[in-house]
């Protein structure tokens, strides 16, 4: 071991996500949180978008807060997602290829 | 350097240089052809799912007075825009899909023979917002020129599609009405609220007289001419040369040019002087329209004009000032002066931000409502009609 390799423990955590398996875990994870509020119908709830109420039986303010959890949740899904699967894969060829520590375990 | 900072650094880099690789990626996973949209010829897929819909909804009453029902808790107005934009849109439909036309005049002569029949029953307050009450019309007897511009043409564009006899006299009497309404004033519009004329209505007003002209033989052309002149000279907002959205009956602007206003204005302007129309668009266009990575969107105040978020606007996202009202309205502009570029982006932004819900071949928006659904599928299906009525009249043929 070098001091190089020395970090304390606070760092070690922070970069533990900085690594292709954490962004591959994020996006996974909000992949199927997205999946699970649309299959229980929350898309319905976007309805306040348009200044009217999603469905028969939920309050305004309950079908608002639906609607904005499925809007971050779609967000995550089809716009973070697919940065996090792309820094993974630029992550993964910079640490086999191109980091001078590549070698380092 | 430490290993952390290097791996920091890389994983930034990483994440910048994969945003700037998916976020002008984004669009391509949405955008169509603007065939898709609106062809030139015949329906579009996306019309004829958005149109199963709303037949669907004067079939089955209980969906519809589920559906009625949410948009009146929150705007009775809303309610009567649907019935307008899907008459309108059904005759429109009428022409490109000839095979289907009988389905679309009984339900249109459904739609309309219930709203005369809700208006005659419980009056025009049924289908206007509580503040019609605030005050006195200004012009009495007291009548909405909201309810009677679009009412006088969904008559028109029936009677477009296929005489029916019994319409004939509401639509000259709705006509005479309005107009003799209109003259009242210095600047040539009738009031929608108490002291309150929309652009909106009058535009339409004004397209309704000239449909009406086409089917009678009747000669609005002095009256249309003096309309455009005064409002030349009266309703434009100065810094960007666009009509303005509301004003007092004596011509005071109320508020200045707006989106969920300007656009359909534009293309009802095209009846009564094109050149003029295709300005006004022009202007919206650049003082309206935005786009940024292949979507885009309308706002709904020029960034000159310091508006409030309204139950027109709908909710207007910060920074990029994306206003659902009127990003709704702007297919219709888009579509009406075939701005293929703008309507694909609009399109691509509807399907990938208003939650598309399709089943069996029924298409829905999940953030929009009925009246949205139905003005869109109107941008979808609009011009047949208006060509027919711009190249002289039914006596002439």
Sequence with gaps: MTNKSIKPPSAARSSGWI????????????????????LVGFREHTAFLSGTTGAVGVGTRLSTFYGVIYILLYLGCVVIAPILVLAAGMLAFWQKFLSPDKHLP | ??????????????????????????????????????????LSPKARQLAARHLQLWTDPELRQRELGRMRASNAEWDFMGR??????????????????????KTMDRIIEETLHLEKEHGMYFFLMPYARARPYIMQPARSHFLDSEIALMLAVRRMV??????QPLLHERIEAMLARMQQGPVLSAESYPNVCWMFDNAVSLAASKLADYLDGSDHAAFLRQWLERAKQKLVDPKTGLLVSSFTVDGQPLDGPEGSSIWLVTHCLRLVDEDFAQDQYRRARKELGRSLAGFAWSREWPASWNGPMDIDSGPVIPVLEISAGASGMAFIGASSFGDAGYLTALAATLDFSAFPSLKQGRLKYCASNQVGDAALLYATVLGPLWEKAKHGNKHDK
Aim: a positive charge; proline letters at 6%.
């Design chain 2, 1 to 42: 350097m430490t290993r952390f900072i290097k791996k920091l650094i890389a994983g930034l880099c990483a994440l910048a240089l994969a945003t700037a690789i998916w976020i002008p990626c984004l669009h391509f996973f949405f955008i169509k052809s603007v065939a898709a949209f609106r062809p030139t010829e015949g």
């Design chain 1, 19 to 38: 690594s292709p398996h954490s962004f591959l875990s994020v996006a996974v994870t909000l992949s199927v949180f997205f999946m699970l509020v649309h």
């Design chain 2, 162 to 167: 296929e005489e029916k006899p019994e319409y």
């Design chain 2, 84 to 105: 307008t934009f899907l008459v309108w849109s059904l005759a429109e439909m009428s022409v490109r899909n000839p095979g289907a036309r009988a389905e679309y005049l």
